[in-house]
């Protein structure tokens, strides 16, 4: 790897564009050659993941009016296809119908280090991007591969939360790269397109705080829209906010650590195997990852507990992160409140160990509906629950070593009689260092799971064949990645929501 300083620099200077860090992000992109074998297979495993969680979110709210959106605007050309519809439609309006699908449940996968993501967030746009063009299986898992080896660099060398700005910033520059990768641009063209993209999807993170909307379902989609934007007006020639990283004006010195920021960056060497993808990790639970440890902890404790009625209090000791973003240091009242949006309960970790404690188990609709979250014995339990931060945990949760970093915490549940029950969890089950990592019969069997009554058996076998042979599809084949659903739930959903502009 190659250590890169990414510092802000006065206009004066006149920075090379060849030192300029938009550049050398383009050029990891569009110098990635023959791929690592166990990159491709993990490319494909979270082709199937985003498949899965898509289809399962297709007749709620935020994901049809996105999908209405989206078929607005079909295609003269060849155009991409959006999930539980016929239609062919702009490849920027696919990767915003289907981007929402992927993101709605939260339920994709993950990378945490210095800021946190969800790399998958790339892959709507890129196969948007592969259909349109006539692009093959091989193309596409290029893309990917070079898209999550920006995302999980940018993510590991450079914050955003602390600052306050939304994790969309780090997406919008990955999928410009992956898609450069994809379409062999010269690295000129994916340069300019970085800069476009860094510059117009940089936003606040009260995206992801108070009360939640279903705007963080469709932020990632904007990103991966903006960024399929930013690529088609570079390839026209078109140049950019320069230098959009170290400028004076620029990104580092007015939304991170200002005039005085200087960030490190590993980026890989020319012909160093892409592996970043196999860093990152997916979830068994529809909830926030941090929550994932904490899901199959409360399950592991149930046991342990006794009538829950006697629990006096619930102390989870955890990150820095986990506290302050999605437990009761952010001091959101809302996340302790039962009328709270979806969006807002699967980002409180005091809701979900509550209702994993009682329930023993967790489900993608049941554990968030409304009913379930004004169940009194809940109410009263979720509001015995709070979160601290210990600085072992957050240690943990940074630790430079994949092996060893730690994303749950420990719980400490006092009883009405003094007595203590208390148990810790360093990494989710599904975690590749978790009890039951995550393989491709897994994947396989999730994509079933949440398939199951609106993707046919048979739908669903064809789909896991064409997602099984991506290296070798020609570019027709690419639509067998979208299964074919129930279109009359589909079209009943769509045809219930008020109409907008298009």
Not at 140 to 159: D, N, Q, W
Not at 192 to 199: C, E, L, P
Not at 321 to 334: F, K
Request: glycine residues 6%.
């Amino acid at each position: 790897m190659i250590e890169h300083h990414v510092r802000v620099r006065p206009s004066a200077d006149r920075l090379p564009r060849e030192d300029q860090f938009a550049w050398k992000l383009a050029a990891v992109a569009t110098s990635t050659g023959e791929l690592d074998a166990d990159s491709v297979t993990m490319a494909v495993n979270r082709v199937i993941d985003n498949a899965a969680v898509a289809v399962a979110s297709l007749l709620r709210r935020p994901v049809a009016v996105a999908r209405a959106q989206a078929t607005a605007h079909r295609a003269t050309t060849p155009g991409a296809s959006v999930f539980g519809s016929p239609a062919r439609v702009s490849p920027e309006w696919a990767a915003w119908a289907n981007g929402t699908a992927v993101r709605e449940l939260d339920f994709h996968d993950t990378y945490l280090a210095a800021d946190y993501s969800h790399p998958g967030d790339n892959i709507p746009p890129l196969l948007a991007v592969a259909q349109h063009t006539g692009r093959t299986g091989a193309d596409l898992l290029r893309g990917i591969v070079a898209a999550y080896e920006i995302h999980v660099a940018l993510v590991k060398g450079i914050c955003l939360h602390q600052h306050r700005i939304d994790h969309v910033a780090h997406l919008s520059a990955a999928t410009a790269c992956g898609l450069g990768a994809l379409l062999r641009l010269p690295t000129e063209t994916v340069y300019q397109a970085v800069q476009q993209a860094v510059h117009t999807t940089t936003a606040t993170r009260q995206s992801r705080k108070g009360e939640i909307s279903s705007w963080k379902a469709y932020a990632p989609a904007f990103a991966g829209k903006a960024a399929i934007e930013a690529v088609d007006r570079a390839m026209r020639g078109e140049t950019s906010p320069s230098p959009i990283y170290e400028g004076e004006d620029g990104f580092l010195a007015w939304m991170l650590d200002g005039p005085q920021a200087d960030y490190t960056v590993l980026l890989p060497e020319p012909g160093e195997p892409r592996r970043a993808i196999l860093d990152t990790y997916t979830k068994e639970h529809s909830a926030e990852y941090q929550a994932q440890a904490i899901i199959d902890l409360a399950r592991r404790l149930r046991e342990k507990t006794g009538p829950l009625e006697k629990v006096r209090s619930v102390v989870l000791h955890t990150s820095h992160h986990t506290h302050h973003v999605i437990g009761s240091g952010a001091n959101d009242p809302q996340k302790y409140d039962p009328a709270a949006s979806r969006e807002t309960l699967d980002h409180s970790v005091p809701y979900i160990f509550a209702v994993a404690l009682q329930d023993g188990t967790w489900h993608h609709e049941r554990s968030y509906a409304p009913e379930r979250a004004r169940h009194p014995e809940t109410v009263e339990l979720w509001r015995r629950i709070t979160t601290v931060e210990d600085p072992e945990w957050t240690r943990r949760y940074h630790d430079p070593d994949p092996d060893r970093r730690a994303f749950g915490g420990r719980a400490v549940i006092t009883l009405e009689d003094g007595s203590v029950v208390e148990d810790e969890l360093a990494v989710a089950d599904a975690h590749p260092a978790g009890a039951r990592p995550f393989d491709r019969p897994a994947y396989a069997e999730k994509f079933r799971t949440l398939s199951e009554g609106i993707v046919t058996d048979a739908g669903q076998d064809r789909f896991l064949a064409a997602a099984d042979h991506l290296p070798e599809l020609t570019a027709p084949d690419l639509d067998g990645l979208f299964p074919a659903v129930d279109t009359e739930a589909v079209a009943a959903c769509d045809a219930a929501l008020p109409k907008g502009l298009f």
